[in-house]
């Protein structure tokens, strides 16, 4: 960054300080020639001659020409000036006097858009102050020069020294040219295209213009009143002084300001309230100019005009371009800076010959104190704009689906099942009546579309297609047929009167129970009915009926919804087959028999019926949310149950869900802390509606900020001793991790949640480019007090290079074993009693001798090393031991690929055909394809040393990933890592046999 940072200012230097001397040259000459009246005329001939350069900058023309080459020219040219001064040709001063001020806007256009293009939003911040400053700094000593210049040779010894100054300034910033140059891939016709659509649709850049444009005019009016003060009374020496000095005194300002406070009020006040500044400072000084009628009260207000527009709005309008996307942001810079920019000028001059001849001079104080009122409203007006657009930088543009009813209707119309079914979701999701699809759906070959029909008969409530629906009770297939009998007695129960009766002695047993439901659901009070002594019957055999009647029985239960029959149903909870179980445990959701809702709990942990459980719970909607926030605080209950309830409770996604989960205590471990923060951010994108308590989501950032500065610096010192791979270093890493992740999560809650996780995603990642974006938005949206909370953990983190103390290992490793958190406590205790610095045995709580054996045979396991420590442990809790002799197989080619298998002790080698591919030995893995595609083995294993190994089986580990997909980002991101592996090795050998690139020696 300093290489490109030095050339930079350097050229900043010496280019405003000929700027120091061309431009107070150029006024004097035109003052003491023509007087103030001519400069109206020459505004909007700068501007005219500007606007045209700047239409050659957008179409590309210019786009190839370098500060240097232009800040030659322009030395070139001041030199011609000075020459004709000397000769006596007065016209000069007007030609001198429209090049200084469209140089001078040209040459920062071209020079602050390469700028722009060379550093990111983050290094613009700190970079572009400095360069200001150094530049302003230029206008210091080199207006001073100017000064004197102006005593001893007049105008023309400052047109010969300015000349000067800007062939040295192209040389500087000819010096590593190549650091400033920025790279660009797209052509300016694609990018011309861009800018175009770009504008068409946002508002942001035009409102941006209207802001500059007010600027502009500003610094008109406020130069005019100077000037027309001064011109009146002072000779062109004096004049020629007095416009060096205020150049002197405005870089005085500049300097001080962008070195002590540019920066620190950009991160305080953002860059808005930061703008903002210029209109109420103008504003204040334009009333003082008012009352104190003089030259140096004008001067005054000169004075602050040029410093702001010299050093504060160039970076603070840098800054807004930049969420522009990288396509636009230059063709729109170059309009809104040479067009509007300009445009202000010839404005403010059209204004001034407007009220110039009959408006008193006291008049335009009060002009400019109205446009900063004006101003600083655009401003206003711009925040929420430029919040969206930053918001777009970081998270992207939303997604917008709109979907084509009439084109779903024909595909209701498919023969496929699956197509007609989507089609159904996607009317459903665009909110278009199904009504007129109804008997096409009846009709259909497939039963689940006919049963996907009867539903939609159902909730629409028609009434005119009983005939079809007595179809399909006479003829239909099982599943709609069961399903036409509900809806019949619901939609003419007249008819079911008739129809019902006769199915309750089916040999099917479905169709009985469809039918005694049906009967029972319209005939409550009729408790002698033929259909409630059915259901009695049913009741009486219980256990002694076939599977299938059970099953039956449960479902029906579930749809009767009445309390009354609960001691039946929860006959059916303990029911030895699995399916007649999960019915079962369905139908209590259902039927939202909340006094078997206790019940249900113990089913989270059996992998099987974990996921009826979790439905069922959900089913029960706030009746079930009191009973699940206690067992999610109930710290004598099993960390494997309380892992599933913040799932449970998003699921049941109510006000109430939310409280319980956001009011949650459940600190005691701090993976199930880090599931409870997601599942809140989880519920809160399904459910924006629900209130949120501000004071509940800062208490949590809080217990992130403690996390993160109780375990970075030992995470640091941990690499340092024992590397990053080793198992305690990356639980620490894992926890600061989360830590840092849920805390933008959380932040999601209280603004928006795409752009925050985006944030977080950018900040963990490598690209500089986007970590800057992200650290704007952060500064742009957040709170004080929020940044104050996440500020340690964006500027420190952990994953950055840093060097750690070694020496703090023992100390760490030891404060580390009495830790709360029982993963980081066992990892940590693992590592010392390995060094003797932990001699203690086990206690109660802590993590098995076994498990933490496994664990740590896990730690160097290629397919789990980028999984978190918290995923190894619950794989290692799944994994078993396995012992084989010397000479015995493993596998054979052709077994079933239904296992993983870690070498503990012993060692390994795989053969094909005879021929020996590879040996492996402890710490190594063998078979890990299969736990995902479960094929064939294609080697053969045989035992060369007496083999202890850890087998994880692939049913075990797949029903892992259910219950903690969060195994899955682990084992995706090692994949990935040995893809790109692969295809960087599969180049290279491409480059060395086809010579594409050639091989160094």
Known sequence: MTRRLWPAAAFQFFFIGAVAMLKPAANALVLTRYQSGALPWLYIGGAALTALIAAANVGGQLRTISPSAMAAAGGGFTLLLALGHQLGIAELSLVAYVFAEVFATSMSLNFWGRMGDAFDARESRKIFPWISGVGMSGAIALGLLAQAAARLGGAAAQLFCSAVLLLIAGAAFLWHRSQLEPQRANSESSNRDATRSYLKIHRYPWLLGLVVLGFSVLSILSDFVFRQRAGATLKEAELASLFASAQVWTGVICVVFQIFLAERLLRRLGILRYLALVPATLGALAVISWLVPSVWSAWALKLFEGAASFSLLPVGFLLLYAPLPDDVRDGVRKGIDGFLRKGGTALGGLLLLMIGPWAPPSVLPFLVVLLCVLTAAAL???????????????????????????????????????????????????????????????????????????????????????????????????????????????????????????????????????????????????????????????????????????????????????????????????????TVRRVAIAAVGAGGYTSLAPRLLRFLTWPEDRRAAREALSDLKDSAVPLVAQALDDRSRSLQLRFQLPRVLRQIGTP??????????????????????????????????????????????????????????????????????????????????????????????????????????????????????????????????????????????????????????????????????????????????????????????????????????????????????????????????????????????????????????????????????????????????????????????????????????????????????????????????????????????????????????
């Not at 199930?672 to 599942?679: I, N």
């Not at 509940?696 to 900020?705: G, N, P, S, W």
């Open 380 to 578: 206003l007006r711009l925040r929420p704009l430029y919040l969206e657009a930053l918001h777009a930088r970081v998270s992207g543009a939303k997604d917008a689906v709109e979907l084509d009813v009439r084109m779903l209707g024909e595909a209701l119309k498919s023969r496929s099942p699956d197509r007609v079914l989507r089609a159904v979701d996607l009317l459903v999701h665009a909110g278009a009546s199904l009504e007129p699809h109804v008997r096409g759906l009846l009709a259909h070959a497939d039963e689940r579309v006919q049963e996907r029909g009867v539903h939609v008969l159902q909730q629409l409530g028609l009434k005119t297609a009983a005939k079809e629906l007595e179809a399909l009770i006479a003829e239909g297939m099982r599943r709609p047929r069961d399903e036409a009998v509900w809806a019949l007695a619901r939609l003419h129960p007249e008819r079911a009167r008739v129809v019902l009766p006769s199915l309750l002695g089916s040999a099917d047993v479905g169709n009985r129970c469809a039918a005694i439901g049906a009967l029972l659901s319209f005939m409550k009070d009729e408790h002698v009915s033929p259909a409630a002594q059915a259901l009695d019957g049913l009741l009486k055999r219980g256990a002694n009926a076939p599977t299938i009647e059970r099953r039956e029985v449960a479902r029906l239960l579930g749809r009767l919804k009445d309390e009354g029959l609960g001691q039946g149903l929860s006959r059916y909870l303990e029911d030895a087959d699995g």
């Open 656 to 1001: 109430a869900a939310f409280d319980a989960l956001l009011f949650s205590n459940a600190i005691d471990d701090a993976f199930l802390h880090y599931r409870v923060g997601v599942a809140i951010a989880r519920l809160r994108d399904d459910h924006p509606e629900h209130p949120v308590d501000g004071g509940r989501v800062k208490d949590a950032l809080r217990r992130r900020q403690q996390t993160w500065r109780g375990l970075s610096q030992a995470f640091i010192d941990l690499k340092a001793a024992l590397g990053p791979q080793a198992l305690v270093t990356r639980a620490v890493g894992d926890r600061l991790d989360q830590s840092f992740e849920l805390s933008f999560w959380l932040l999601g809650l209280t603004h928006d949640a795409r752009a925050m996780r985006r944030a977080h995603a950018h900040l963990a990642g490598n690209d500089p480019r986007r970590k800057a974006w992200a650290i704007e938005l952060v500064d742009a949206v957040l709170t004080e007090e929020e940044k104050l909370l996440v500020q340690e953990q964006i500027d420190t983190h952990h994953r950055t290079e840093k060097v750690g103390d070694k020496s703090w290992l023992e100390a760490h490793l030891q404060g580390l074993c009495k830790s709360e958190d029982p993963v980081l406590r066992a990892c940590a205790r693992g590592a010392a009693r390995a060094r003797g610095w932990w001699p203690l045995k086990l206690k109660e709580d802590d993590m098995a001798d076994v498990t933490m054996k496994r664990l740590f045979a896990l730690e160097g396991v290629e397919i789990f090393a980028q999984s978190d420590v918290d995923d190894l442990a619950a794989v290692a809790a799944v994994a078993r031991e396995q012992q084989f002799k010397t000479g015995e197989h493993v596998y054979q080619v052709g077994d079933p690929g239904d296992a993983l298998y870690v070498i503990l002790e012993g060692s390994v080698e795989a053969r094909r055909e005879g021929e020996l591919l590879m040996k492996m030995s402890a710490k190594e893995a063998f078979g890990d394809h299969s736990l995902f595609d479960g094929a064939p083995r294609l080697t053969d294993i045989v035992v060369v040393e007496a083999l202890t190994v850890l087998v994880i089986d692939r049913r075990d580990f797949l029903d892992l990933l259910g219950d903690r997909p969060e195994l899955l980002r682990g084992v995706f991101r090692m994949m990935s890592r040995q893809l790109k592996s692969m295809v960087m090795d599969l180049t290279q050998a491409r480059r060395a046999t086809t010579g594409e690139i050639p091989r160094q020696a």
